[in-house]
């Protein structure tokens, strides 16, 4: 029985040994065959939306449970918690005076938690703040997802203002942790709840990719024309699928961790 192996850690070393190309095309399959999957099992996908948001607030909670009971901060990103705070509020704004439904109190819970989190970072545990190695440049993704904002965005019958405020909380929202996952990779060890918050982030982001995707299939490509004309539809779509590969990778490494038992994720180079 010693030269024996539990079949998924003979599939994750084999995955593991393949080339980035091999484990690229392995993962798109993987992601196609998971939605064939949900497709199947779930009839109503808007609930996919509502489980993403669910799937969000629910990695918010571990990160305050760490704050409250931990009392450290350590190894979490303030410039990724601020850049969620903004595409929030930005989405809020734009759902008051566009289309006020359950995922404006969804957000309004959401945006509440993580204004606390940042609150305790900023005030309660600074001395934690790992401030040396949060040093993602945010300029970097908010001055391009401005200026993409003003360029393309929805084409529908609301102010100028506001549909140039949705499109920047969606492109915003699609890169917002990329400062976490750059944090992550320059201390390379991540402590469980940070990597239980980071997961949860992608599978709110895989979920929500999926409804979109499974709608696009649904409405045979008609929801692409009725969100508007122009590289708009496209733009949302592709803002979604953005979100589930920045976090694909991480993902991996998680439960490859999870499976080998190990309470500390240990990231190689070049992950971010």
């Known amino acids: 029985m010693r030269g024996t192996k539990r079949p998924l850690g003979v599939v994750t070393s084999w995955v593991r040994r393949q080339p980035p190309k091999v484990k690229a095309f392995l993962a798109v399959v993987t992601g196609m065959a998971a939605l064939v999957f949900i497709r199947f099992i779930v009839h109503d996908h808007d609930n996919l939306f509502v489980a993403a948001e669910a799937a969000h607030a629910l990695g918010i909670g571990v990160l305050i449970y760490k704050l409250t009971k931990e009392k450290t901060c350590a190894g979490l990103s303030l410039k990724s918690q601020d850049l969620t705070a903004i595409f929030l509020a930005v989405r809020l704004y734009c759902s008051f005076v566009m289309e006020y439904d359950i995922h404006t109190i969804l957000d309004t819970a959401t945006l509440i938690a993580t204004l606390f989190v940042i609150y305790m970072i900023r005030f309660k545990l600074r001395s934690t703040y790992m401030v040396d190695k949060d040093n993602f440049a945010l300029y970097y993704v908010v001055l391009p ?20 405020s949705w499109a920047f909380c969606v492109y915003l929202e699609a890169v917002s942790v990329l400062p976490q996952l750059r944090l992550m990779q320059n201390t390379k060890i991540v402590e469980p709840f940070t990597a239980h918050y980071v997961f949860a982030l992608g599978v709110a982001r895989f979920l929500s990719c ?9 409405t045979r490509g008609r929801l692409l024309t009725a969100l508007g004309y122009g590289l708009w539809p496209s733009m949302v779509l592709l803002s979604e699928i953005v979100q589930t590969f920045i976090l694909a990778d991480f993902c991996y490494y998680y439960v490859k961790s999870l499976v080998g038992g190990q309470l500390v994720l240990r990231l190689p180079s070049g992950v971010v």
Do not use: F
């Open 145 to 164: 997802c401005a200026g993409l904002a003003l360029l393309i965005h929805p084409s529908t019958s609301h102010n100028i203002v506001n549909r140039i």
């Open 210 to 218: 999926a409804h979109w995707v499974l709608q696009v299939l649904d």
